[in-house]
């Protein structure tokens, strides 16, 4: 120290008690003031102090040395019987195999002093762990993969049971049994599939039925129809006109003629069920020319429909029946009848209104036409209102149908409610 006052001074003993032995370490050095030594500062650390030093923050196996390999303190026996580090472990930093085990081995140097910290670690520990974990790994890899398969080959399974299941439901639809439904109940694509084929399967039902029941009914107002027009008493009655007319005016009887056979030709044509509105207007005149003819001016009538609803598509046959109820029950306690047809448009509606100045109709027959009217199916004689009434519901919706306004004695006023298409 007196020599190099300005260096830590470093040396390392060994100390003997009984049959134990043990290190020093001794750190020396000078105090200078005004560049004359005036003292020395001596510490002496027991090698277990420096061994519960370093123990605290390493796992690994911690050794000082002096630059002479001479051992201060280690926590395993890395020193021979001279107490100097081993010479298998006297070598630059990195790994090492001693004895088929590996080390690895950090040397680090003290600053400003001549001792060396060597960490050595076993890589045992860290081999076993990785092989140990290299194996869970895979372990649980096969774990998963062997789920998977089962959960996949589950799955598959189940969406081929659901494509054939829908594969032969569709194939019962083509040989006409609706009544097959698919029981499918999960939330994927096949579920929303089977939801859309059922309710497609109630809707095709519903609409075969709503077809069967139009059908039913427009055959059965064409019948009614074909029945009036070739009634006897019709007939008959302008067949009889028309002999008449030959001797008074045969410009009339010509017309007369002229219309009749529009009627019949009109009526007799069942290929057509929907018409332009001018054309059951057409034909609606033609009938009541024939009736003029016969009732005189005890009948008078106005058509007065707006341009622009000539041209919508009705059902057709739709005005005959009411224009029919008006003469069967408007002469009735009435010298004369007339009878007003007009048309009324409102944005996506047409309605096409008939009046008459008849003897109108009773509060308690009026209550009786209405729950006809809201019947699903009529069992009563009065067919002639219910089937316009029903034709139209079924054909365009519930909002579309016939309205019936009269007080008795004031007349009666129809109003029928179509789509304006």
Known sequence: MKLRPNEVITMINRGHQEKYSYGILTLGKAIKYEDEIVGYIIFDLLDEDIFNL???????????????????????????QLYRLKSDFRQQSGYINLENKDY???????????????????????????????????????????????????????????????????????????????????????????????NMLIDIKNLIESNKEEV??????????????????????????????????????????????SILRYGINNEIHSV???????????????????????????????????????????????????????????????????????ESKISILIRDNGIGISKERMNYLNNILNKKNNDTDSIGLYNVHKRIKLIYGEEYGINIQSNEGEGTLVKIILPNI
């Open 54 to 80: 370093i123990t605290g923050f390493t796992t690994s196996d911690v050794i000082i040395t002096d630059k002479h390999n001479i051992v201060a303190a280690t926590n395993n026996k890395y020193s021979d």
């Open 104 to 198: 690895y081995i950090e040397i680090t140097s003290i600053k400003d002093t001549t001792l060396f910290v060597y960490t050595i670690t076993s890589l045992d520990f860290f081999n076993r762990a990785f092989f140990i974990g290299g194996i869970f790994l895979i372990i649980l890899f096969l774990v998963i993969f062997s789920f998977m398969l089962l959960w996949s080959k589950k799955i598959a399974h189940n969406k081929t049971v659901s494509i054939y299941e829908i594969v032969n439901a569709i194939e019962s639809v083509q040989d006409g049994d609706l009544d097959t439904k698919l029981n499918i109940n999960s939330e994927d694509e096949f579920g929303i599939i089977a939801n859309a084929y059922n």
């Open 216 to 261: 039913a009914l427009r055959m059965q107002s064409e019948i009614k129809q074909l029945e009036a027009q070739f009634n006897p008493h019709f007939l008959f009655n302008t067949l009889e006109t028309i002999r008449i007319m030959i001797k008074l005016d045969k410009n009339i009887a010509g017309n007369i003629i002229i219309n009749l056979s």
């Open 276 to 346: 332009k509105l001018k054309d059951d207007i057409e034909y609606i005149n033609n009938y009541l020319e024939i009736l003029k003819y016969r009732f005189g001016n005890k009948l008078q009538f106005n058509i007065e429909i707006e341009e622009e609803a000539l041209d919508c598509v009705v059902p057709k046959l739709i005005l005959q029946p009411i224009i029919e109820n008006s003469i069967k029950y408007g002469f009735e306690k009435k010298a004369m009848l007339n009878i007003k047809i007009t048309s009324e448009i409102e």
